[in-house]
Every structure is written in C-alpha cells, then in structure tokens.
C-alpha cells in the first residue's frame, strides 16, 4: 500500500496541473495544499498561506462571509460564488469560488475551494456601471455622445426586406417586448434602436447589453443591481433594468444568458420589479425588452439554450432580418450608400464603382452579413490613393463564394451511400480546415455552416482533437 506521502506528492502535482486555483485546508483551517494559480490569482506567496489557518492568511475576511469557513464549520458547500476581498498585502482581488466540505464518517476534515479570478472582469464590469450612472445615490443628468439610429439609417430595397422593416416600424408604435432574429451582422442592434427611438419612449434611456460577453454572476448583477453585504464586497449598485427604467433595454444574445437567470428574468418581466442581488426591498420598473438571438429561437429552445416560456414572453412581437445573401440586389445598393460615407470619414473622392468591382461585389455571398459588406468598402476607400473609381483591386475581400468544387469522385455501388457522401464531406471539411490554417470559425464561414456545427464534424471525422 502506498505511503501518505505517496497520496500527498500525488495530489500536489495533481493540483498544480489544474488550470484553477486550488485551496484545501484541513479540519483546523489550516492550508495544506495551495497551487501555484490560486498563488497567483490572490497576488500572494504560496509559503504565505501553507501552515496557517485561512483567517491568517485573509485577515480582511469576515468569518461569516467565508466560503471556508461555512464549508469546515458547518458543512455548507458554495458553488460559483462571487467573492470581492483584500489578500495579505492589501490588493482586492475578486474572484469566483466553489467550496465544499470533505465529510468522513459525519465529521468534517478538510475543505476544498477552486477559485477563478474575475478582478479584470468586475473592475471593467464597475466601470460600465459608473459610465452609465449606476450605484450614485442622485443620479446626474450628463450628456453622452452616442450613435443614435433611425429607421432612415436602415437601407434597402428587396420586398420582403422592406416588409421586415415595416413590421419594426409598426412595432415602435405599440409598447410591448421584441424578439428580434437574425444572423451576425445583418443589423438586429439598427433594428432595436430604431424600434426603441421610433417610439413614445424616445425621450427615455436605451442600454444595451451583450449577454454573451459577462460572466453569470457579474451578469446577474449588472442587470438587477447590488445591495450592500449581499456579498463579499458588494456596494449598493443600481442596475441596468433601474438606469433604463421607462426606455429601453437591448439585451443581445439572450440565449448565452445562463438558464436559471433566464428564470429570474421571466419573474421580472411578469412582475414588473426586480430585487438586488443580497437586498430585501422590492424596485418597480417599467422597461421595455428588446431581445435579440442570432440563431433560429426553435433550435435553441430545442437544443436547451432559450427557456421556451421566456421565448413566448419576449416573441409578442417578433422580427426575422433575412440575411444579404437572400437580397442580392440590395448589395450595390448598400456599397453606394457606404462608399459615400466612408469617402466623407476619409475625406475622398471615391465617385463611382467599377463595373469588375461591382461585379465581383455581387457574386460574393456576405457570411458576416452588411456588416461584412461595409468593411470591405470601409477598407477600400480608406486605401485609396487619388482615385474616383472604386477598381475590383482596391477590393480586400475572399474569392467569390461560388466558387466550382472539384466534381466528387464516381460513386461506387459496392459502398454504401452514408459512407460514400461521409467521405466525401469529410474531404470538403478537411479541405476547408487546411485553407483556413486551422482556424475552426473562418472555415465554418467558408463552409456556410455554424461553427458549433463544423466543431461536431471535426470530431465526428477525428479531423481535430
């Protein structure tokens, strides 16, 4: 049987493989194993913290707001908790920790604590807050300059592109929540501020927030608030659902939004008053939710990403922008209109597009959409010299995206049909990979596929991984 200096030399490295920092402290508190991550992430020295009690350690900590101390003294496991505190030398660190007790025969001997460091994130996080008003006890008017659209900044002539837009049209002139569906790029933002400044709200906030870009528990309070002690270095903090109170709230990729917050937000748009993270008092709101996803609603809620009754809630009134692919006449349309803005920002005299240039503008298939679109005639203008005609070789884009395949090999009647056309996609995919040099979203692109879909194949073919 192995010695216990076997298991312990064992674990030591084990922890030190691990990308998170690792905390284990025994039945007295005191820390017996602390990688070299958490060292880092908590800007202090291991020998600071092996051999002393956690208290000794983080003397800034309150007992009771300790995950610690709950797990060893009275066996309570904490999962993904924000904690905000001072390490030995007096640097806050905040960070996100999981805690639980190691309980042997009803006794607790030892608690173990992964932590993930979030400072960057929650210092960024604070600074939005501040930039938008949140936590001041009176809130100052101040003038902020932001690109504001309309329905006269959103361009295009394809019928059933013109009927989308006089849908959000109509639904700027009614005060109920929009689910707005479109791919990356197509303008589901444009969209939202012009529904949002074409309606009786006009005079009142609009805030936006990418779901996508903030982690759950930062996330959470971001949009509900903070009370003061609702947590380890928590202040009181208005949210974004209070600084938007009677505008609007953009909330973009609502389907990246955690699915127990997803609840908490279908409480609030029922209810209409939202509670702050730790506090007790009940805050009336009245905000209008446009919420935007860039994939179909029916495969996310199929796929468990978008709460199918927080979907009915938001899909009062819904808007599907097609992408520009299914308008190819509204290309040259849209590069005219950009040509002429961008020659005003870059002060050129860029008159005309070339029959070539326009030629091959069309034949290209736009995966990023008009957003796409735009940076390549933003790119074009911007290096033009003397020019007045925007040529094909000003053009910084890829190959069109109809290019001829190589014609498949002649299908053999002795394999079977699935593994004959596998084989073949796994040639196109592999092909694809190649191109991109390995970058999975660029072939993803290339193949005209979602990325999450070429990520399956990949592992489906053991292309990658």
Not at 122 to 140: A, F, H, I, T
Not at 205 to 217: D, H, R, S, W, Y
Not at 262 to 274: D, G, M, P
Request: net charge neutral; glycine share 8%.
């Amino acid at each position: 049987m192995m010695r216990a200096e076997y298991y312990k030399k064992i674990i030591y490295e084990l922890i030190n493989l691990i990308d998170e920092g690792v905390y284990i402290v025994d039945q007295e508190g005191k820390g017996i194993f602390y990688n070299h991550t958490m060292a880092d992430l908590e800007k202090v020295n291991v020998e600071d913290v092996l051999g002393k009690t956690f208290h000794e350690a983080f003397p800034d900590f309150k007992l009771d707001e300790s995950t610690l101390f709950k797990a060893l003294k009275k066996k309570i496991s904490t999962v993904r908790q924000q904690q905000t505190y001072k390490n030995l030398y007096g640097k806050e660190i905040t960070t996100i920790n999981s805690t639980i007790p190691v309980i042997v025969g009803g006794e607790t001997v030892a608690a173990i604590e992964l932590a993930k460091d979030i400072t960057d994130i929650r210092q960024m996080s604070d600074k939005l807050m501040e930039l938008g008003g949140g936590g001041q006890p009176e809130r100052e008017e101040r003038q902020t300059v932001i690109r504001r659209y309309s329905f006269e900044d959103i361009w295009g002539q394809n019928p059933g592109f013109v009927e989308v837009v006089d849908r959000a049209k109509r639904a700027a002139s009614v005060d109920a929540s929009v689910l707005i569906y479109g791919e990356t790029g197509t303008g589901k933002e444009l969209f939202a501020q012009s529904i949002h400044y074409g309606g009786d709200r006009r005079n009142k906030p609009f805030l936006a927030q990418n779901c996508a870009a903030i982690p759950e528990p930062l996330l959470e309070g971001m949009l509900f608030g903070t009370a003061k002690g609702g947590f380890t270095g928590a202040v009181d903090r208005a949210g974004l659902f209070e600084q938007a109170n009677g505008g609007t709230l953009l909330l973009d990729e609502i389907s990246a939004m955690p699915y127990d917050l997803q609840s908490k937000l279908l409480r609030v748009l029922q209810e209409n008053y939202i509670r702050r993270i730790g506090g007790t008092k009940d805050i009336p709101v009245d905000v209008r939710i446009i919420a935007t996803v860039n994939e179909s609603p029916e495969d996310l809620m199929a796929h468990g990403k978008l709460r199918k009754d927080l979907y009915y809630r938001l899909n009062i009134v819904n808007i599907s922008i097609p992408p520009l692919r299914e308008r190819p006449g509204d290309v040259m349309v849209l590069a005219e209109r950009f040509l002429e803005k961008h020659n005003k920002r870059f002060n050129k005299e860029l008159w005309m597009i070339s029959d070539a240039a326009a030629k091959r503008l069309r034949s290209y298939e736009y995966p990023g959409n008009v957003r796409e679109l735009e940076n390549i005639i933003e790119q074009a203008v911007a290096m033009a010299d003397r020019e007045h005609v925007l040529s094909e070789k000003l053009l910084n884009m890829p190959g069109t995206a109809k290019k001829s395949r190589q014609s498949a090999p002649k299908y053999d009647a002795q394999i079977p049909l699935d593994q004959y056309l596998d084989a073949i996609e796994r040639q196109v995919i592999k092909e694809a990979m190649i191109n991109a040099n390995g970058n999975i979203s660029k072939a993803a692109e290339t193949l005209q596929i979602k990325r999450q879909t070429l990520q399956h194949k990949l592992k489906r073919y053991h292309i990658m991984g």
